[in-house]
Every structure is written in C-alpha cells, then in structure tokens.
Nanobody
Framework: QVQFVESGGGLVQAGGSLRLSCAAS????????MGWFRQAPGNERERVAT???????GYADSVKGRFTISRDNRKNTVYLQMNSLKPEDTAVYYC????????????WGQGTQVTVSS
C-alpha cells in the first residue's frame, strides 16, 4: 500500500523559511520521480517542484529561486526547502511519486499546512 506522510509545515512570517519532509512507503523509492504539490483554498492542486530518480530538478515559475527540492533514497524521503516565503505560498503541501510518467494520484497523504503571514 502506497503511503505518503508529509510534515514540517507551520505558521511563518513573510520572508521566513520552512523545510518540509515527506516519507514514502509502499514504493521502490529510488526509481520514482518525486514531486511536491500544493493546494490553496478555492484553487486547484498545482505542482511546485519535481526531482527525478536521477536527481534532476524542476520548479514552477512561482517558486523558482526560492524553493529547493531534494531527496534521500536511504530514508525514502523527499524534502522541500522553502525560503523567502510569501503570503501567496500559503497552502496545504503534498508529495507524490511518479513512475513511467504516471503520478500516484489515488494515494495522496494528509498534507502539511503552510501559512505565511504578511
């Protein structure tokens, strides 16, 4: 059974930083691409960062230069370092895994809430 457990969210002032973690189980972590997504109230879920199984990273324009995704295959964990946070970054953040181009959208975790105050 695939599971994602996100943690590390919280309340932070604009300009601050947070580091999110996501522990994955039920998959062969090292061969999956991993991604961070977020969903703000009234908005669709959007992908903000991706890291391939080989370590190549990609970012949404809205977070480029401020967020950094990384992974630790020994711990089956993916991280999202978020710096220079803005109020518009406020959302519930989720992680997910992609294999052969397909995200495991039937297996979302509970997410972790990030709230950025102005």
């Amino acid at each position: 059974q695939v599971q994602f457990v996100e943690s590390g969210g919280g309340l932070v002032q604009a300009g601050g930083s947070l580091r999110l973690s996501c522990a994955a189980s039920g998959i062969i972590f090292s061969i999956n691409d991993m991604g961070w997504f977020r969903q703000a109230p009234g908005n669709e879920r959007e992908r903000v960062a991706t890291i391939s199984s080989g370590g190549r990273t990609g970012y949404a324009d809205s977070v480029k230069g401020r967020f950094t995704i990384s992974r630790d295959n020994r711990k089956n964990t993916v991280y999202l370092q978020m710096n220079s946070l803005k109020p518009e970054d406020t959302a519930v953040y989720y992680c997910n895994a992609r294999l052969n181009g397909v995200w495991r959208t039937g297996s979302w975790g509970q997410g972790t809430q990030v709230t950025v105050s102005s």
